[in-house]
């Protein structure tokens, strides 16, 4: 059997060597732009591999722990009472120079940050049943079936501590998104239970403004209703889910391929990794399928200042054909519930015995407010990645096609040179209703 697999490899055809060198156990994500997280709850640390970054970014070791230090256990009696400093060290990638030891500049070479775990308390698993029964909807089962072997303490790789990696490299695909564009990341809590978050402009709600509160949701009325129930639901030993919205401020257009790699599908792959996450929408989401097409269609519209294209409504979340349009992107990502949880349970046995499990140690008695950074990481991720993708395919070589006859700019942040197109105001008869045939299956 080893002759056969060797002689395979040997004689397979190029494409199918290129495949295999593409192939990845789960633990990567991106095309260009691309990560690999690494390490256990319960192991000596965890960490990133952040691979494509552009040189010659300037980057600091306090950009990146200002997001950590959003993710991090402990924060707040909502959160896992779990200790943890996660202070961030950058092993590669940069040069420092002028006796800085802090701050430093890409180098367009492999990054590699490590978060040294300090206050894992493997008995809360080892030494009780948790070592030998399933928790209830969680990843223990699945892990030994896919597996036959799992890290039991901590949970292992299925841990929300894995995100430190991808909370350290969102850090900084934030910095080059706010470089190249001004493109801001933010996300709230928008849901806890059927508790809803009311008057948040999508426009101009700022980091601050969530995360003035420990459930960080920007209106304030609504977040008290969501801690009180979260503080109801913790007391009684029990966990509570909802929904983290994410919006993206100035992204341009054009972001996303078609067909197999439309970025509202890449948004959804990035978005549903994350521990927890269970429902992915995109604008509207399911809410749109209660519309009929003209209530939910987004009319376009020249803006009077910048002459660029635009929408007044954005209920496809700023991505149209799975290619970013210029508006905000707007996604919502929904939790379950934490699965271990204080209260006696019905489960298994690895060895197959009926049994009833408590859950024991520190843990999240709602994910969201933690689950925040990591949807900003995730979607800062992609489009970074995105961006890459598009200026290598699409902007590689200057568009000399003349100004008058390239497609009008679109999006919050275009502006069309010269200003509004005004010749071609009135096109199609006044006010008249421009006649447009169609025929698409």
């Known amino acids: 059997m080893k002759h056969s697999i060797a002689l395979l490899l040997l004689f397979s055809p190029p494409t199918t060597a290129f495949t295999l060198s593409m192939m990845s156990s789960g633990s990567s ?61 950058i092993l590669s990638g940069l040069v420092y120079g002028n006796g800085e030891e802090e701050s430093g500049v890409t180098l367009g070479t492999p990054i590699a940050m490590l978060v040294r775990n300090k206050d894992q308390r493997s008995g809360d698993y080892l030494e009780n049943d948790m070592s030998v029964a399933y928790r209830p909807s969680h990843a223990d089962a699945t892990y030994d079936a896919k597996y036959g072997v799992r890290a039991i303490a901590g949970g292992g790789r299925s841990s929300a501590r894995e995100t430190i990696g991808r909370v350290a490299a969102g850090a900084v695909a934030r910095k080059i998104l706010r470089m190249y564009n001004g493109i801001e990341v933010l996300a709230y809590v928008s849901k806890v239970q059927d508790i809803e978050a009311e008057n948040v402009d999508h426009d101009t709600f700022t980091m601050e403004e969530v995360d003035s509160n420990i459930v960080r ?48 599908a890449d948004l ?14 995109s604008g509207d989401g399911f809410a749109g399928t209660l519309l009929t097409g003209i209530d939910h269609n987004d009319e376009f519209y020249i803006d009077p200042e910048t002459g660029a294209t635009r929408t007044r409504t954005n209920r496809s ?44 140690g520190r843990h999240d008695p709602c994910v969201l407010p933690r689950a925040v950074p990591m949807v900003e990481a995730m ?15 699409c902007e590689l070589f200057p568009d000399n096609t003349p100004v008058e006859e390239r497609s009008n700019p679109m999006g919050t942040t275009a502006k069309r040179e010269g200003g509004p197109n005004k010749e071609a105001v009135g096109v199609g008869g006044g006010d008249k209703p421009i006649g447009l045939k169609v025929d698409e299956e």
């Open 268 to 281: 959804a792959k990035a978005c549903m990794s994350i521990p927890a996450a269970k429902g992915f929408e």
């Open 29 to 89: 994500f991106g095309r260009l732009f691309r990560i690999s997280t690494w390490g256990e709850s319960h192991g000596g640390g965890v960490g990133v591999t952040l691979d494509g970054c552009p040189p010659r970014i300037p980057l600091s070791r306090d950009e990146i722990q200002i997001d950590l230090d959003r993710r991090r256990p402990g924060q707040s009696r909502i959160t896992t009472p779990r200790n943890e400093a996660d202070s961030v060290e």
């Open 317 to 360: 979340g700023g991505i149209q054909g799975g290619i970013s349009n210029g508006e905000n992107i707007v996604v919502h990502v929904a939790f379950k519930p934490t699965s271990t949880i204080a209260q006696s349970q019905n489960t298994v046995t690895r060895d197959g015995k009926e049994v009833q499990l408590r859950g024991k």
């Open 379 to 393: 979607v800062a991720l992609t489009l970074v990645d995105a961006l890459m993708c598009q200026k290598g395919q």
């Open 217 to 264: 949701c920007p209106d304030q009325a609504s977040a008290e209703k969501m801690l009180e129930r979260i503080d109801q639901i913790r007391k009684a030993g029990n966990s509570i889910g909802g929904v983290v919205t994410c919006v993206a401020r100035n992204v341009p257009a054009g972001l996303g391929s078609p067909v197999f790699d439309k970025l509202e």
